[in-house]
C-alpha cells in the first residue's frame, strides 16, 4: 500500500496551460502523481485553497554556493567582475564555505517554488551533501578551468570533473544526476574538449558550459578558429542532443539552426545578461527555430537572487525589447521555460502536472492584492508573481516547505552561518 500525499483544494495548471479546480495526488514512495482532479483522499493533506498548484520551477543555470559572494562585486562588465573580483574571492574558498553557501541557496530556492537545478562549480561532493539534504533534484557537475595551468593541472582539473560525473550520476535516489562540465569555450583549451567531451560521452553523461555570453567571449573564436563559436563547439565534439548551454546571447540564425538540428538546449539567464551588460538572447528566435529554452538565474554573484519567478519576468520582458514586438515571448512561453523547457533541457521527468510525472510541485498563494483580480493564472505567473508567493514546495513526493516553513534545515542556522562565512572570506580576499 503506497503512502499518498493529497495537494487538495485549490486550482491545478495543466501541461496545455488551462486552469481548473482540482486536486493532486501524490504517491511519496514513488514520487510520483498518481491522480489530478477528482481524486481519492490521501494519508496527508496539503491544503492548497486559493491557491495554484503548478509544476516546480526549474532553475537550469546556476552556481549555488555563490549566494556567499550576493552583493560582493556589482556594477562591472563580466571580464572585469571575474577577473577583479570573483576569481580572486574563490581562491580563498576554505574547508565548509562552499557547503554553507549551498545550503543557503537551497533554502533560498525552496521558499521560492524551485524544485530541480543544475549547478556547476567546485568541490561537488559538498554541494551533493547539501543537495542531499534539501530534497531537490539536481544535475551537478566540476566547473574545468585550463587557462593558466600547466599541462599536468589541467589534465587533473578534466579527470576530476569526469570522476565526479561518474561518481554523482544517479545519486541521492536519483534526485542527483550530473554533467561534464567545461567552463567555457574560452577557458578550457580545445585539446582538452576534444579528449574530455569524448570520454564524457563514452560515461554516457551530457555536457554543460557557458557559450556565447558576451561579443568579448565570441571574438576570439572568430579570430582564431575562423569560425562562430557554436560551429568550433559542433567541432569539438560539443552539442549533442543531451547537452545545454548557458546564455547564447551572441547567438547568430545560423548558430541557432545548429542548435536546432542537434537537440541541445540553451538556458536564458536573463538577469544575469542585463546587470552583466551582456546583451539580450535571441530567445524568440530560438523558439521559433525549435530549440528547447529554460532559464537559469546564474549565480547569486550576478544576478543577485536565484528566485526563478524574476527570470520568467525578465524573460518575458527582454524577449519583446529584443524583437521590438509586444507578443514575443507572451507569458505562457516564459512559464513553459521555467517548467517543461527547463526540465527537458536537465533530463527530469518534471515540469508539468500529469499523471506518471515526477511528483514536483510549487503551490503559489494568489489570495494576495498583487495577484488580484485573477483574469489569467498564468499571466499572473509571469508578470506579477513572485517566490515570496510561494505557500507550500514539493519535490519527489516530499513537502520541502510547507506553509512558508522550509522543513529540511534550520534557516536562521543556515543564514547565520553563511553570513560568518561570507563575511570571513570577503576579508581573505581583502574586501
Same mark, same amino acid.
Given at each position: ?20 479546480? !482540482? ?7 514513488? !514520487? ?22 503548478? =509544476? ?39 574547508? +565548509? ?11 533560498? &530556492? ?12 567546485? #568541490? ?42 561518474? #561518481? ?15 567552463? %567555457? ?40 578558429? +575562423? %569560425?562562430? =563559436? ?17 546564455? !547564447? ?11 536546432? #538540428?542537434?537537440?541541445? %538546449? ?7 545578461? &542585463? ?14 527555430? !525549435? ?10 554573484? %550576478? ?39 527547463g526540465a527537458a533541457a536537465l533530463g527530469f521527468d518534471s515540469g508539468r502536472i500529469e499523471v506518471g510525472a515526477n511528483a514536483d510541485l510549487a503551490v503559489v498563494d494568489f489570495d494576495v492584492p498583487h495577484l488580484t483580480p485573477v483574469h489569467d493564472h498564468v499571466s499572473h505567473l509571469a508578470y506579477a508573481a513572485t517566490g515570496q508567493d510561494v505557500r507550500h514546495t514539493i519535490c519527489d513526493g516530499e513537502v520541502l516547505m510547507r506553509d512558508r516553513e522550509v522543513l529540511p534545515f534550520d534557516e536562521a542556522a543556515v543564514r547565520e552561518q553563511a553570513a560568518q562565512r561570507a563575511s570571513e572570506l570577503a576579508a581573505r580576499a581583502g574586501e
Amino acid at each position: 500500500m503506497s503512502d499518498t500525499l493529497r495537494v487538495a483544494g485549490g486550482a491545478v495548471l495543466h501541461p496545455d496551460f488551462t486552469v481548473s479546480d !482540482g486536486d493532486v495526488l501524490v504517491d511519496r514512495d514513488a !514520487g510520483e502523481i498518481i491522480a489530478v482532479g477528482d481524486t481519492p483522499a490521501g494519508d496527508e493533506t496539503v491544503d492548497a485553497a486559493g491557491c495554484l498548484v503548478m =509544476p516546480g520551477l526549474v532553475n537550469a543555470h546556476c552556481h549555488v554556493a555563490m549566494t556567499l559572494l550576493r552583493g560582493y562585486a556589482d556594477d562591472k562588465q563580466l571580464d572585469a567582475w571575474l577577473q577583479e573580483d570573483i576569481w580572486p574571492a574563490e581562491a580563498e574558498l576554505a574547508d +565548509g564555505d562552499i557547503r554553507a553557501g549551498a545550503r543557503l541557496g537551497l533554502v533560498e &530556492m525552496i521558499r521560492a517554488g524551485t524544485t530541480a537545478f543544475a549547478d556547476m562549480y567546485f #568541490e561537488v561532493p559538498e554541494v551533493v551533501d547539501a543537495i542531499t539534504e534539501s530534497g531537490l533534484r539536481a544535475r551537478v557537475g566540476h566547473g574545468v578551468v585550463t587557462v593558466g595551468k600547466d599541462d599536468a593541472d589541467a589534465v587533473a582539473d578534466n579527470e576530476e570533473a569526469l570522476s565526479v560525473a561518474r #561518481e554523482f550520476n544517479d545519486a541521492a535516489d536519483g534526485r542527483i544526476t550530473s554533467a561534464y562540465m567545461p567552463h %567555457s569555450l574560452t577557458t578550457v583549451g580545445e585539446e582538452y574538449l576534444r579528449e574530455f567531451v569524448a570520454a564524457a560521452r563514452e560515461a554516457d553523461v551530457p555536457v554543460h558550459f557557458h557559450a556565447n555570453e558576451t561579443e568579448q567571449e565570441v571574438e576570439p573564436i572568430v579570430d582564431e578558429h +575562423g %569560425s562562430r =563559436p557554436l560551429e568550433y563547439a559542433a567541432d569539438v565534439g560539443l552539442l549533442a542532443e543531451d547537452d545545454f548551454l548557458a546564455h !547564447g546571447v551572441h547567438t547568430t540564425a545560423g548558430e541557432i539552426e545548429l542548435l536546432a #538540428e542537434s537537440g541541445a %538546449s540553451v538556458v536564458h539567464c536573463p538577469a544575469s545578461n &542585463m546587470k552583466l551588460a551582456s546583451g539580450m538572447a535571441p530567445v524568440q528566435a530560438m523558439r521559433e527555430a !525549435g530549440v528547447t529554452v529554460a532559464l537559469g538565474t546564474d549565480g547569486a554573484a %550576478s544576478n543577485n537572487d536565484l528566485d526563478v519567478f524574476d527570470e520568467l519576468r525578465d524573460a518575458a520582458m527582454l524577449g519583446k525589447l529584443q524583437t521590438g514586438a509586444a507578443d514575443a515571448v507572451p507569458a505562457r512561453a516564459a512559464v513553459e521555460m521555467a517548467t517543461a523547457g527547463g526540465a527537458a533541457a536537465l533530463g527530469f521527468d518534471s515540469g508539468r502536472i500529469e499523471v506518471g510525472a515526477n511528483a514536483d510541485l510549487a503551490v503559489v498563494d494568489f489570495d494576495v492584492p498583487h495577484l488580484t483580480p485573477v483574469h489569467d493564472h498564468v499571466s499572473h505567473l509571469a508578470y506579477a508573481a513572485t517566490g515570496q508567493d510561494v505557500r507550500h514546495t514539493i519535490c519527489d513526493g516530499e513537502v520541502l516547505m510547507r506553509d512558508r516553513e522550509v522543513l529540511p534545515f534550520d534557516e536562521a542556522a543556515v543564514r547565520e552561518q553563511a553570513a560568518q562565512r561570507a563575511s570571513e572570506l570577503a576579508a581573505r580576499a581583502g574586501e
